[in-house]
C-alpha cells in the first residue's frame, strides 16, 4: 500500500496533509479507512483512485492523494455549455494559437522569437487593445444605493405619508389664520424616520460591501518582456499581445502566453481549473484543448518553478481568466430568499394599509367628512399600519448574526445572505466533506445473535441491552485492546464524546463507545499488556494483537482481532453466545449473514471482532511472536460479534446535495458513493442494467434513485431533459464539469424552485457562485474573483463554518418570525383607534406621534432582542424550508399577530383610554359622537358626563393623556407579548428567560415610556402627559390575559401535533 | 427531488384560488375549515367582549356617582360666550335683519330657562355674597340639592325684555358671559365674587368704546357656587354676565377679550385661550 503524497503550493491544504500523513503513519486498516481517506480527500484534496484491482470502490489498496492529473483531459468542449445570454462568452475559448507552429504566431503578431516587438508596434497595440487588465466589474454608484435605501421598502408609504402631512399642513395654512402645527410636525418627523431609516440601512450595507475592499489590495505587477531585444520590467498592465515574455518560479503569469521555450517550468493551474497539482510546460502542442495543452500558460495563474518565455496571445478581458471574470460580473443575481420574504412581507403590509387607507378615506367622505379631514385620517392610518421601525430592527438582526457569524470565521459579504444558508435545499459542491458531521460512531452491535443499538448517551442511560453480559464484555474487550486510538492528554474534564482522540475515525469510535459503556480503556490496556501486533492492512483486511491475561495466574495469551466481517468469520470456528462458546454451523452463520447485510443496509461501517485464548502448552509465556512471519495460529478463532458505525451526515444537510466536480465519473461515484451522496442501496442506471444484465436502454430511468452526469452529456440535454433528472433523482453527481455547466446546473436547480448554494474557491467556480443563491468562498485558497463572486467567505476555509451559516441561518430566520410577529401585533392598537375614531366618533385615543413612539421607540430594543433568543428545539434536524409554503410572513402569524393578540392589546389600550376619560368626568355613554364638538375649537364649554364644562384645551389635555395612557397600555402589553414570541411552540418555562437583552428590552421600554410620560417638556414637545400611577395599570389584566392565552395555544400546540391548533396557528 | 411545479394558466391558479371546485375550497379553505375558523373567532371575539365589558363595569363601580375622580384638568374654569356666533365671531350688519336674528333667536332659547317666572318657581333665593353650601352628612345623601334664582331680568338691558333684539338692531349688541362649570369649585372668598372685566386686545384699544356690565359690575355672585353635579343639582341655574357694547367702533373687527377677576382662580396657562378668560371677534357692519 503506497500513500504518496506530494506537496502542493497551496498552503491551507497543510493542514489535512498533517492528517493523511498521520495517517499514513498509522497505516490504518484501509477496509473501514478509506472512506474517511476519501470524505477527506475529496472535501480538500483530489483524491483519485488511480488503480482499482478489484474495480469496485472500497477494495482497491492503492491511492494517489492529489498527484498528477487525470484530470488532464478533462472535457474538452468545455466551453460549449452556454446558450442564452452572454452567448460568445460561454462558448469555447478562441484560442488557436497552441496549434500554430511558433513561426505562425510571431507572424500573427508581427513579433520576432529572439528581439520581441518594438516599442512602435508594442505601444500601437496597447492603444488598440487597451491594458492588460480585467474590467472591475461594474459598480452601482453610491447615490443610486443611497437613494434605494431611501425609496425602498416602506419608504414609498411613508414618503405618501410625510407628503400628505405637508399638503394638509399647506391647505390649512391657506385656509386658516392660525394653522395647527400638527401635520407640519408629523411630516418632519415623518420625513425623518425615513431618511434616519434609509441612511441606516445605506451605512449597514455600506460596512458589510466594505470588508470587501480589504480583499482588493492589488500590487501592481511587474512583467519581464523582451521588447527590441532588451529585457524591460515593466508594468504587467502594459503588456500587449505579440510580447516576448519571461517568466521564472515564482511570478504570477502576466498574460495568455503560447510557450516558445521552458525549462522545468511548472504552473499552478489551481485557480483557473481547480486541480491543486502543478503542471509542466512545454512548447510542444499536447492538446487541442487550449485550456489542457502544455503550451499555453495562463494569465493570473503562478509559475511554480522553473522558467519559461513566451508570446503573449491575449491580454485583459480576452484572457481565459478574463472570460470567466466577465461572465461572472454579467450574471444577473436573483433576490435572496430572505430579500423576497421581506418583499412579500411588505406586499401584504402595504397592501393592507392602502386597502385600510383607501376604504377609510371614501368611508371618510362619504360620512361628510371634509377632504383635509380625510387626509388626515389617511395619513393616520398609513403611519398605524407601517411597522415604521421593523425594516431598521431586519437589519440590525441580519448584522448582529453576521457578526457572530464573523467571530466563527464566516465572513458575510451580503447581509441577507445570513439567512440563506438556513433555507438551502440544494448544495452544490465538490467538497463534500461538508456534508457529514465527521464524527463517526458507534450505531449498532450484533452479538448473542441480536443486534442491539449502541448508547451514546454520556450517562449510559439509553441501555438497550444487557451490559454484564459476557459476550458484550469480551466483544468491549476486543474492540479495546485492538485498537490503537488514544485520547489526548489532558482532557479528562470533558465529556466523553467531546474529547480529542489521535487516531483514525472508526478507531475513535471504538475508543469512545467502549470508554463509555466499560470505563477506562487506558486501565484496560495496562491489565492487557500488549505482546505484539499486526497492524491493519489490506492484504489481510484484519487487525490483530496478542495481549498478556488479566489474571496474573493464567499465563495464556490472548488474541484479539478485528477487520471485516467476512475476512473475520473466515477465520472462525466457533462463536461466542451467551458467554459460552459454540461451534459456528450453518444457522449462526446465516444469522451472521443477516445481520452483516442489515448492519450494511444502514449505509453503516461493518466491523467484526474476534478473539482466542492461545493454549498455553504451544505459547508458553515469553513465546517471541513474530508479527513479520507469522508464527502463531491466526484462525481457528472465535467470533464474538459485530459493530458498525456511521459518520452521521450533519442533521442539517439539505435532502438534496449535488455533487459537481471535475473528476472522472467513475471515481466521482465512488466518492459519492463513500459519503453518502450515493446512499447504500440507491442504484444508477448503469447499475440497475449491470445488475439485471440488460442494456442501459431497456431499464426504466424512474426506478434509479442515483445519477452520474457527465459533462459531456451535459450540454445535449435539452432544458426539459435537465429538469427531468434534477427532479427525478434524489442522488446526482455532476461529473467533468466546466464552469459554464456549474453554471447550468445551478439555473437548472433555481428554476425547480431549489435554493442552491455553492461552494468553491477557483475562478472556475465564480460563475456558478455568483448565480447561486449563496456562493460560500474560500478565503485562504479562494481566488480574489470566487471570492467577489461569493456572498460569504470561510476565513479559515473550514468547511464546518457553512453548518454554523446553516444553524444561523435558521435560527435567525425563526427569529425573525418572531421579532416581525411581536412588531406587527402592535398595529392593531394602533390602526383600530383611528377605526373607532371614524366610525364611533369618539375622541382619537392614540395620535400619530405616540405610533411613532411606539413602532420606532418601545419596540425597537424588544424586538432586536428577540434576534438574541436561542433556539426552540433542534433546528438542524428540520427540513430546510420550502421556499413556496414557508413564508417568513404567512396568514397563521397575521391571524395570532392582528386576530388574536393584537385584539386584546387593542382592548387593553381602549381599557386605559376609557378609564382616563371616565375618571375625567368623560363616561363612555357620553364619548360616542362627541368628536365632533371635541375637535371644535370654538367650543369651549362641552360637557361631561356630570355637568362640568371644558374648554378645548382642557379636553385636549385628557385627549392626550389617554394617548400616553394608552401608549403606556401598548408597552405594558408588549411586556407580555415579548415573553409569548420569544417561543413559537415551548412554553417560556420550558425556555426560560435567559435572554438578558430581552430583560433590558423590558426594563428599556418601560423607562423610555416613563421618560416620554413624566419628562417636563414633553406635553409641549411631543404632548405627552404624566400618567397617574394608577393608569399604569389598566392594561395589565390584558397583559396577563394575553400570556395565559398563549401558554394555553402552546400547550395545545405541543399536546396535539398536527391539529388544528397548529394548523390554525403556528407561524 | 423536487415536488414537481405543476405548470397551470395564471388565471385558472386565480380562479382555483377564489373557489376549487375539486376540493371544494372557497379562498383556500374548505367549508368545515372556515366554519371553523369563523367558530374560533366567534367565540374568541365574544369571550373578549365579555371580559371587556367585565373590566369596564368594574372601572365604573369605582366611580362617584356625583363628583368624578380627577378635576385637576379644570383648576382654571374656562369661560364662554353667546351668541358664539361663527367660530366666535359675532358679525352681523345692523340694518339687515336676517344677519343677527339667529344671534337673538339663539340668545332668547338660551335665556328662556332663565325667566323670572320659571327660576322663581323652581329656585330658591338665596343670601348673595356668600356661598350656598349644602353639605351631604356623611353617607346621607343631601339630594337632590337646591339652587339659587338667576332672573332673565337681572340681565336688565341685554335681558331681552325692555329691547328683544338684545341691541343687535341699534348697533349696540349685547354678549353673554359665562364662567363652565365645575363641581366644587369656590371661585372666590371673604365674601368678594368674582367679576367679568372686557378689553380690546392689541391695537383695538380705541375701537371697543363703553361697556355695560349687566349685573353691576359684571359679578358672578358667589351664592351659584359651588356647583354639585348635574345629577344633584338639576335645576342648577348657571349665573351669566352681560356684556353689552354701548358704541363700538363699526365696519371694523375688533378683538375683544374677557376674563375673569377672582381672588382664589389661579391663571390659566398660556396655551389655552379660554382658561378664566375668553376670547372673540366683534364686527358691527354698519352702512
Redo the contacts between chains.
Keep these: 500500500m503506497i500513500y504518496k503524497i506530494q506537496a502542493t503550493s497551496q498552503g491551507h491544504f497543510t493542514r489535512v496533509q498533517h492528517y493523511l500523513l498521520y495517517s499514513a503513519r498509522q497505516k490504518p486498516h484501509g477496509e473501514f479507512n478509506k472512506a474517511r481517506w476519501l470524505y477527506f480527500g475529496c472535501s480538500q484534496l483530489l483524491v483519485h483512485t488511480v488503480r482499482m484491482p478489484d474495480s469496485t470502490y472500497g477494495r482497491s489498496d492503492s491511492y494517489r492523494v492529489a498527484t498528477t492529473q487525470d484530470k488532464a483531459d478533462r472535457s474538452p468542449k468545455k466551453k460549449k455549455g452556454g446558450t442564452k445570454d452572454m452567448d460568445d462568452l460561454k462558448k469555447e475559448v478562441p484560442i488557436t494559437e497552441h496549434k500554430m507552429s511558433i513561426e505562425e504566431v510571431c507572424r500573427k503578431f508581427n513579433t520576432d522569437i529572439v528581439q520581441g516587438l518594438t516599442n512602435a508596434k508594442a505601444a500601437e497595440y496597447l492603444i488598440r487593445d487597451g491594458p492588460n487588465a480585467l474590467t472591475p466589474p461594474p459598480t452601482t454608484p453610491e447615490w443610486v444605493k443611497f437613494c434605494r435605501q431611501l425609496f425602498g421598502g416602506f419608504s414609498i408609504l411613508l414618503w405618501t405619508g410625510a407628503i400628505l402631512c405637508f399638503l394638509a399642513y399647506a391647505i390649512q395654512a391657506a385656509t386658516e389664520d392660525e394653522p395647527a402645527g400638527d401635520n407640519l410636525y408629523l411630516g418632519i418627523v415623518l420625513t425623518a424616520v425615513v431618511v434616519i431609516t434609509g441612511c441606516f440601512s445605506y451605512f449597514q450595507e455600506a460596512k458589510s460591501s466594505k470588508i470587501m475592499e480589504s480583499f482588493k489590495n492589488m500590487v501592481p505587477q511587474q512583467a519581464l518582456v523582451i521588447r527590441e531585444g532588451e529585457k524591460v520590467t515593466i508594468n504587467a498592465e502594459e503588456v500587449v499581445g505579440g510580447d516576448l515574455i519571461e517568466v521564472k518560479g515564482g511570478d504570477r503569469i502576466p498574460a495568455d502566453i503560447r510557450v516558445v521555450s521552458a525549462h522545468g517550468c511548472k504552473v499552478d493551474n489551481s485557480s483557473l481549473t481547480g486541480e491543486s497539482e502543478p503542471q509542466s510546460r512545454s512548447p510542444d502542442c499536447t492538446h487541442d484543448n487550449p485550456l489542457e495543452t502544455r503550451n499555453v500558460a495562463f494569465f493570473s495563474t503562478n509559475c511554480v518553478e522553473g522558467t519559461a518565455r513566451g508570446i503573449v496571445i491575449c491580454t485583459g478581458d480576452r484572457t481565459v481568466m478574463g472570460r470567466i471574470a466577465t461572465l461572472t460580473s454579467g450574471l444577473e443575481t436573483g433576490k435572496t430568499p430572505i430579500a423576497k420574504e421581506i418583499e412579500h412581507f411588505i406586499h401584504i403590509i402595504t397592501g393592507v394599509a392602502v386597502f385600510l387607507g383607501v376604504t377609510f378615506f371614501i368611508l371618510a367622505i362619504i360620512l361628510g367628512y371634509s377632504w383635509l379631514e380625510a387626509v388626515i385620517f389617511l395619513i393616520g392610518i398609513i403611519v398605524a399600519n407601517v411597522p415604521e421601525g421593523l425594516l431598521a430592527t431586519v437589519t440590525v438582526c441580519l448584522t448582529l448574526t453576521a457578526k457572530r457569524m464573523a467571530k466563527k470565521n464566516c465572513l458575510v459579504k451580503n447581509l441577507e445572505a445570513v439567512e440563506t444558508l438556513g433555507s438551502t435545499s440544494?448544495i452544490c459542491s465538490d467538497k463534500t466533506g461538508t456534508l457529514t458531521q465527521n464524527r463517526m460512531t458507534v450505531a449498532h452491535m450484533w452479538f448473542d445473535n441480536q443486534i442491539h443499538e449502541a448508547d451514546t448517551t454520556e450517562d449510559q442511560s439509553g441501555a438497550s441491552f444487557d451490559k454484564s453480559s459476557v459476550t458484550w464484555l469480551s466483544l468491549a474487550r476486543v474492540a479495546g485492546l485492538c485498537n490503537r486510538a488514544q485520547f489526548k492528554a489532558g482532557q479528562d474534564s470533558l465529556p466523553i464524546l467531546k474529547r480529542d482522540v489521535a487516531g483514525d475515525a472508526s478507531e475513535s469510535a471504538l475508543l469512545k463507545c467502549i470508554e463509555l459503556s466499560c470505563g477506562s480503556v487506558r486501565a484496560m490496556r495496562d491489565r492487557n499488556k500488549k505482546v505484539a501486533e499486526i497492524p491493519f492492512n489490506s492484504t489481510n483486511k484484519y487487525q490483530l494483537s496478542v495481549h498478556e491475561t488479566e489474571d496474573p495466574n493464567d499465563n495464556r495469551y490472548l488474541l484479539v482481532m478485528k477487520g471485516a466481517p467476512e475476512r473475520i468469520l473466515d477465520r472462525c470456528t466457533t462463536i461466542l453466545v451467551q458467554g459460552k462458546e459454540q461451534p459456528m454451523d450453518e444457522e449462526l452463520k446465516e444469522a451472521f449473514q443477516n445481520a452483516y447485510m442489515e448492519l450494511g443496509g444502514l449505509g453503516e461501517r461493518v466491523l467484526g471482532f474476534c478473539h482466542v485464548l492461545l493454549p498455553e502448552d504451544q505459547y508458553p509465556k515469553g513465546f517471541a511472536f513474530d508479527t513479520e512471519d507469522v508464527n502463531f495460529q491466526t484462525d481457528n478463532l472465535c467470533f464474538v460479534g459485530l459493530m458498525s458505525m456511521i459518520d452521521p451526515p450533519r442533521a442539517a444537510v439539505p435532502?438534496?446535495v449535488i455533487m459537481v466536480t471535475g473528476d472522472h465519473p467513475i471515481t466521482a461515484k465512488a466518492i459519492a458513493k463513500g459519503v453518502g451522496i450515493i446512499s447504500e442501496g440507491n442504484e444508477t442506471v448503469e447499475d440497475i442494467a449491470a445488475r439485471l444484465n440488460i442494456p442501459v436502454s431497456q431499464v426504466n430511468p424512474r426506478d434509479a434513485k442515483a445519477c452520474v452526469v457527465h459533462g459531456t452529456d451535459l450540454k445535449d440535454l435539452s432544458q426539459d431533459q435537465m429538469d427531468d433528472i434534477?427532479?427525478?433523482?434524489?442522488e446526482?453527481v455532476f461529473a467533468r464539469t466546466s464552469p459554464q455547466q456549474k453554471l447550468i446546473i445551478v439555473e437548472g436547480c433555481q428554476r425547480?424552485?431549489?435554493i442552491v448554494a455553492v461552494t468553491g474557491d477557483g475562478v472556475n467556480d465564480s460563475p456558478a457562485l455568483k448565480k447561486a443563491d449563496i456562493g460560500v468562498a474560500m478565503g485562504i485558497s479562494g481566488s480574489d474573483v470566487s471570492k467577489q463572486a461569493a456572498d460569504m467567505i470561510l476565513l479559515d476555509d473550514n468547511f464546518a463554518s457553512i453548518v454554523t451559516g446553516v444553524e444561523e441561518g435558521r435560527l435567525i430566520f425563526d427569529n425573525l418570525k418572531k421579532s416581525i410577529a411581536y412588531t406587527l401585533t402592535s398595529n392593531i392598537p394602533e390602526i383600530t383607534p383611528f377605526l373607532f375614531f371614524i366610525i364611533v366618533n369618539i375622541p382619537l385615543p392614540l395620535g400619530t406621534i405616540t405610533i411613532l413612539c411606539i413602532d420606532l421607540g418601545t419596540d425597537m430594543v424588544p424586538a432586536i432582542s428577540l434576534a438574541y433568543e436561542t433556539a426552540e428545539s433542534d433546528i438542524m434536524k428540520r427540513q430546510p424550508r420550502n421556499p413556496a409554503r414557508d413564508k417568513l410572513v404567512n396568514e397563521r402569524l397575521i391571524s395570532i399577530a392582528y386576530?388574536?393578540i393584537g385584539?386584546?392589546q387593542a382592548?387593553g389600550g381602549?381599557?386605559a383610554y376609557?378609564?382616563i376619560l371616565?375618571?375625567?368626568?368623560f363616561?363612555?355613554s357620553r364619548l360616542v359622537g362627541i368628536r365632533l364638538n371635541w375637535d371644535d375649537?370654538?367650543?369651549?364649554?362641552l360637557?361631561?358626563?356630570?355637568?362640568?364644562?371644558?374648554?378645548?384645551?382642557?379636553r385636549k389635555?385628557?385627549e392626550f393623556t389617554c394617548h400616553t395612557a394608552f401608549f403606556v397600555s401598548i408597552v405594558v402589553v408588549q411586556w407580555a407579548d415579548v415573553i409569548i414570541c420569544k417561543t413559537r411552540r415551548n412554553s417560556v418555562f420550558q425556555q426560560g428567560m435567559r435572554n438578558k437583552i430581552l430583560i433590558f428590552g423590558l426594563f428599556e421600554e418601560t423607562a423610555l415610556a416613563a421618560f416620554l410620560s413624566y419628562c417636563p417638556g414633553m406635553d409641549v414637545a411631543l404632548r405627552m402627559y404624566p400618567l397617574?400611577p394608577s393608569w399604569w395599570f389598566c392594561a395589565f389584566?390584558y397583559s396577563f390575559?394575553i400570556f395565559v392565552y398563549d401558554e394555553i395555544r402552546k400547550l395545545l400546540l405541543r399536546r396535539n401535533p398536527g391539529g388544528?391548533v397548529e394548523r390554525?396557528t403556528y407561524y | 427531488?423536487?415536488k414537481?411545479?405543476e405548470r397551470k394558466g395564471s388565471s385558472s391558479e386565480w380562479r382555483d384560488a377564489f373557489w376549487n371546485p375539486r376540493t371544494h375550497e372557497l379562498l383556500g379553505r374548505t367549508a368545515s375549515s372556515w366554519g371553523?375558523?369563523l367558530l374560533?373567532?366567534l367565540v374568541?371575539?365574544l369571550f373578549?367582549a365579555g371580559?371587556?365589558v367585565l373590566?369596564?363595569y368594574i372601572?365604573?363601580l369605582t366611580?362617584d356617582d356625583?363628583?368624578?375622580?380627577?378635576?385637576d384638568?379644570?383648576a382654571t374654569?374656562?369661560?364662554?360666550i353667546h351668541p358664539?356666533g361663527d367660530?366666535?365671531e359675532i358679525t352681523f350688519s345692523v340694518s339687515e335683519t336676517e344677519s343677527w336674528d339667529r344671534f337673538t333667536q339663539t340668545l332668547n332659547t338660551f335665556l328662556s330657562p332663565y325667566n323670572d317666572s320659571y327660576q322663581v318657581q323652581m329656585n330658591d333665593n338665596c343670601p348673595p355674597d356668600q356661598f350656598f353650601i349644602q353639605e351631604d352628612s356623611g353617607e346621607v345623601r343631601n339630594n337632590p340639592k337646591r339652587s339659587c334664582q338667576f332672573n332673565r331680568s337681572m340681565l336688565e338691558e341685554c335681558a331681552g325684555i325692555s329691547d328683544r333684539f338684545y341691541g343687535y338692531s341699534r348697533g349696540q349688541p349685547c354678549v353673554l358671559i359665562?364662567l363652565?362649570?365645575?363641581?366644587g369649585m369656590l371661585p372666590g372668598k371673604n365674601g368678594q365674587s368674582p367679576y367679568v372685566t372686557c378689553g380690546a386686545k392689541r391695537e383695538d384699544g380705541d375701537k371697543l368704546g363703553p361697556l355695560a356690565y349687566y349685573p353691576p359690575n359684571g359679578t358672578f355672585n358667589l351664592m351659584y357656587y359651588p356647583?354639585y353635579?348635574?345629577?344633584a343639582?338639576v335645576n342648577?341655574t348657571q349665573p351669566l354676565v352681560a356684556v353689552k357694547f354701548l358704541n363700538a367702533s363699526v365696519n371694523t373687527d375688533i378683538n375683544v377679550e374677557c376674563k375673569i377677576n377672582s381672588n382664589t382662580l389661579e391663571a390659566g396657562?398660556e396655551?389655552?385661550?379660554?382658561?378664566g378668560r375668553?376670547s372673540f371677534k366683534l364686527r358691527i357692519n354698519h352702512t
Excluded: C
Excluded at chain 2, 363652565?180 to 363641581?183: M, Y
Excluded at chain 2, 396655551?271 to 382658561?275: G, H, P, Q, S, T
Design positions: 440544494t435532502d438534496a434534477l427532479r427525478n433523482h434524489t446526482i425547480l424552485g431549489a386576530g388574536q385584539m386584546i382592548l381602549f381599557f376609557f378609564v371616565a375618571e375625567n368626568g363616561l363612555p375649537r370654538s367650543t369651549n364649554d360637557e361631561d358626563s356630570y355637568g362640568q364644562q371644558w374648554t378645548y384645551e382642557q389635555i385628557v397617574k389584566p390575559l388544528w390554525e | 427531488m423536487y414537481g411545479k371553523l375558523i374560533f373567532y374568541f371575539y373578549l371580559m371587556f373590566t369596564m372601572m365604573l366611580l356625583y363628583k368624578p375622580t380627577w378635576q384638568r379644570l374654569p374656562g369661560m364662554m358664539k367660530q366666535l359665562k363652565n362649570r365645575v363641581i356647583y353635579g348635574k345629577k343639582q342648577y396657562s396655551r389655552d385661550k379660554f382658561a375668553v
